[in-house]
C-alpha cells in the first residue's frame, strides 16, 4: 500500500473535480436509466464521512456488465468534450479490466506512466460486476482464469520494480514474452470478455468484481446485495448505494466503521498531479 501526504489545499481541490465528475457520470446514468452503486473507499466515505474518505484522492463506482456496456456505448457516441474514457475498446494499450472517466486536460499519473503510451487525467474508477458460476469446479475454473487475464494483462505492458525479487523476475519475463510474440493487452482484453460471456446467467446468486483479481483474488458478492439501491449522501448530493451495503463493508474492510490507524491509509502516490485549466 502506498501512501502521499497531499496539501489540504490540493486535496480538497480534487475532491471538488472528482465530485464534478460524478455529479455529471450521474446525469447521463439518470438520462439514460443506468443504474450505479458507489463502491469501495467511495462506498466506504459515504457511509462513514457522507462524502470523501478524508485522505483518499480517488473516487469509485460499479455497474452491472450490461449497464457498463450500454454506459459505453453511450458514452463514446456522444463525443463528449469535457470527459475521455479509458477503457481497452478507445485505447488497445490499456491494462486494466477497470475503466476510467477522466477529465480531460488534466493528469493524475503513477510512476509506471512512462512505460505507456497514453495518459490517466484526474479520473473516477468504474468497477464492473459479472456473473459468477455456482460452486463447484466451474467457479473456480472462472475464477482463476479471470485472474489470469488480468495477470497478464498488466504483465503485457509494463514492468513494475517494486516487487519481491522472484516475482519481478517472472513478471518481467512474462512481459518480453508476451511482447516477442505481440500479445497487447486488448488481445487479452477481448480473450477475457469472451470467456466471461459464457457464464452470463440472469439467475446467478453470485456476482464479482473481476479487476479486483490483480493483486488477490476476486471479490465475490450476492448479487441479491445488489437488487436495489438505497439512497445515501455524499458531500453537497445523494447517490446510489447497494441495498446491503453493511454486508458488502464489512466483507470489504471488516468493522469499516472504525477509523485505521494512520499507518494503514493508503492512496496513490502520483508521478504527475496536473489539474490543467480547472486549476
Not at 474508477?125 to 459479472?130: A, G, P, Y
Not at 505492458?157 to 518480453?176: D, F, S
Not at 436495489?228 to 463493508?249: G, H, M, Q, R, W
Request: proline share 4%; charged share 30%.
Amino acid at each position: 500500500m502506498s501512501y502521499n501526504e497531499y496539501d489540504d489545499k490540493i486535496l480538497n481541490h480534487l475532491h471538488e473535480l472528482e465530485l464534478m465528475i460524478l455529479k455529471d457520470f450521474i446525469k447521463i446514468c439518470e438520462e439514460n436509466d443506468l443504474t450505479y452503486y458507489m463502491y469501495a473507499g467511495s462506498l466506504l466515505g459515504a457511509i462513514r464521512h457522507n462524502g470523501f474518505i478524508p485522505w483518499d484522492d480517488d473516487l469509485d463506482v460499479i455497474m452491472f456488465r450490461d449497464d457498463f456496456e450500454r454506459f459505453k456505448k453511450i458514452f463514446i457516441a456522444s463525443n463528449n468534450d469535457k470527459y475521455e474514457l479509458l477503457c481497452n475498446e478507445t485505447n488497445e494499450d490499456y491494462f486494466h479490466l477497470l475503466s476510467k472517466l477522466m477529465l480531460k486536460d488534466t493528469k493524475f499519473e503513477e510512476p509506471w506512466v512512462s512505460q505507456v503510451d497514453f495518459h490517466i487525467g484526474i479520473n473516477m474508477d468504474i468497477f464492473v460486476l459479472d456473473d459468477l458460476a455456482e460452486e463447484g469446479f466451474k467457479r473456480n475454473y472462472q475464477l482463476k482464469k479471470s485472474f489470469w487475464y488480468n495477470k497478464l494483462m498488466i504483465m503485457s505492458k509494463i514492468k513494475l520494480g517494486n516487487l519481491p525479487i522472484i516475482t519481478r523476475v517472472i513478471t518481467h519475463a512474462g512481459y518480453y514474452f508476451l511482447n516477442l510474440f505481440r500479445i497487447r493487452p486488448s488481445t487479452l482484453n477481448r480473450r477475457c470478455l469472451n470467456f466471461l460471456k459464457k457464464y452470463k446467467n440472469p439467475n446467478a446468486t453470485h456476482v464479482f468484481d473481476i479487476s479486483a483479481t490483480a493483486e488477490e483474488y476476486p471479490q465475490i458478492f450476492r448479487k441479491d446485495d445488489f437488487k436495489s439501491v438505497t439512497k445515501v449522501k455524499f458531500e453537497d448530493i445523494e447517490v446510489n448505494a447497494p441495498v446491503n451495503y453493511d454486508y458488502i463493508l464489512k466483507s470489504l474492510y471488516g468493522d469499516y466503521m472504525q477509523l485505521p490507524p494512520e499507518e494503514d491509509r493508503y492512496n496513490h502516490i502520483t508521478e504527475i498531479l496536473d489539474f490543467g485549466p480547472y486549476k
